[in-house]
Structure formats: C-alpha cells, structure tokens
C-alpha cells in the first residue's frame, strides 16, 4: 500500500475497492491546531478559506494526499475510501469534523450547493421518532442502495459522509455495492428501458422546485456502465417503466456482493458517485437512538 508522512493506508477488510485511510495522532493533533485559524462561519461564509483547510491537510502529506485520493476516486478498480482517525479526543469535536469534511472534499473538488441546508454541507440527524418525507431519516428501514444527486442538475461526481456522533446505535450499518461486483449489471445495463429518460422529482424537505429527466444506465468514456438511481425520486411515465425500476430495486437489494461496514464516530466515507452506489441497513428500535451525519456532494474539478 501507499506510504504517506501522517497516515496510515491499508486495504478495507471486507472489501478490496475499498482504501482505509486512518490519520495518525501527530497530524490530528497539527491539523486541531490549524483548524483553529479558522470558525465555523469563516468557512461557511467563504468560499475560499475552504481550500485554505484543504491545504493545510494537503501540506502535512507534503501534498499527496490529494493526488492519491483523486487517484483512488477516479480508478474504476477503487473508487472508494474511508478516513478515520487514529483517536478520538475532546479536541475531534463536531466543529474539527466538518472542518476535516471540507477539507476532503476540496482536495477532491467543489462541493455542489446543498439545498436541503442551503449550504455545501447537510448536518442531518437519524432519530427513533420521524416524521419527515423522505427515507433518509427513517431509522427502522432499510435506506436501499441509490447514487445521490439523482433529482438535481448537478453533477455529481462523488459523495461524502461523516459520522458526526452515535448513540444507542444497533444496526445501521453502512451497505455498499461496486457496479462491476453486482450479479445483475449487464443484464439490466443492456436493457434499452434502462437507457430511456425518467422523469426524476423530489419531495418537499429536499428544496428543490423542479424536475430533471435522464436515464438510469450511462457508459462512461471506456464504455463501462455508470448508474444514477435511487428508489423514491423517478417516477415512471408507463407500466414498462414501472416494472423495469422494480425488477433493478429487487435485484440491487438482492446482491450478495455488498459490503456491510459499521463506521466508528469520527470517520469518513468518500465514493465515486457513478459506480458506486450506497445505503443503510434499518436499526434496531431504541427511544434513545440519535445518529448525526454531515453529507457533502460535489464534483471533479
Ligand atoms: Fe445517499
């Protein structure tokens, strides 16, 4: 594996395509430090100071990290990685981890607008009780494998989460599942439904007024496929439609080669958005279940 001055980088035990980057306690400990330069509303207010966090992170490696992790996103083989940290002290609070979360995601590229927070960042909580629009935050189901950014005119090239803070958390692990890994890929990729446009929506907490149509299958420039789907959003225009969005959902939550993690507190999941697509497994019912998440999407520059 790679060696980086500050880092620690092996393979993800359950998965091969999947690089765990763990921070060392020296380069955490420089990193609170620097981060201090900066509040919260700094970063949130200018742009800018977003890429002078992501320096900061980048200088400590001697500036390879950012290559490597644009290198790990971008290879079909990976596309994907975690970011942990070595350990976790007072000093790793909420505000180091959003700071920590911008500066990922701008050694990977820009954020896209988030407007579900009317930010580059979404803090969102999962508790037992609910009563939002959507299944993001309904805890006792499964959130079934999607890509984001399906309902947005965006690009969106790659997504990141945070696990911010747990408590009384059974269950919910993360699913992941590569394209190239699903049983089912060529079958559906070269059905011609898979290629028609869909009429994508959103509902109301997502904030967005519109609504966009594309297909479920892309290729991409080596003529692979590439997916952008999520269960809820697309709504089908006919009866053909309809059965070819079941038998994908069926077929997705039926793959024996997803990867199920549990996240610790503190860590970073950051994937390709084209290949890899992600979920969550339902918890275990408990009153005093709270789990906070920070969410940036973006694209390439
Ligand atoms: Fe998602």
């Known amino acids: 594996m790679k060696n980086i001055s500050g880092l620690l980088i092996t393979k993800n035990s359950f998965s091969k395509r999947i690089i765990d980057i763990k921070i060392k306690n ?46 790990i996103l971008r290879d079909r083989m990976t596309g994907c990685f975690t970011i942990k940290l070595e350990k976790i002290t007072n000093e790793t609070d909420d505000i180091f981890l959003v700071k920590l979360s911008t500066a990922i995601a701008h050694l990977i590229g820009i954020p896209n607008y988030d407007s579900m927070t009317e930010k580059f960042y979404a803090r969102f909580t999962i508790k037992h009780q609910d009563k939002s ?37 059974k269950g919910g692990e993360s699913v992941m599942l590569h394209l190239d890994d699903w049983e089912h890929c060529k079958e559906l990729y070269n059905d011609p439904t898979g290629r028609e446009n869909f009429t994508w929506s959103s509902p109301k907490s997502k904030n967005v007024d519109y609504k966009i149509e594309h297909p ?7 003529g692979l496929p590439q997916i952008s789907y999520i269960d809820q959003f697309p709504k089908p225009k006919n009866m053909k439609q309809g059965q070819f969005l079941q038998k994908l959902s069926d077929y997705l939550e039926a793959s024996k080669n997803k990867v199920i993690t549990k996240l610790p507190v503190g ?17 275990l019912k408990n009153q005093k279940l709270l789990r906070e998440l920070l969410r940036i999407r973006g694209k390439f520059i």
């Open 216 to 222: 479920v299958f892309f290729k991409d420039d080596n």
């Open 133 to 169: 629009d959507s299944y993001l935050r309904k805890a006792y189901t499964n959130l079934d494998l999607h890509t984001d950014g399906t309902y947005v005119k965006e690009i969106t090239d790659w997504l990141m989460m945070t696990k911010i803070e747990e408590k009384n958390a």
């Open 267 to 283: 860590s970073t999941i950051v994937a390709n958005n084209s290949f890899w697509l992600h979920g969550r497994t339902a918890f």
């Open 26 to 71: 020296e380069t955490i400990y420089e990193l609170v430090n620097l981060f201090k330069n900066f509040d919260l509303t700094a970063i949130e207010y200018k742009p800018f100071t977003r890429f002078t966090v992501a320096k900061y992170l980048d200088d400590l490696t001697y500036n390879r990290l950012s290559k490597y992790l644009n290198d």
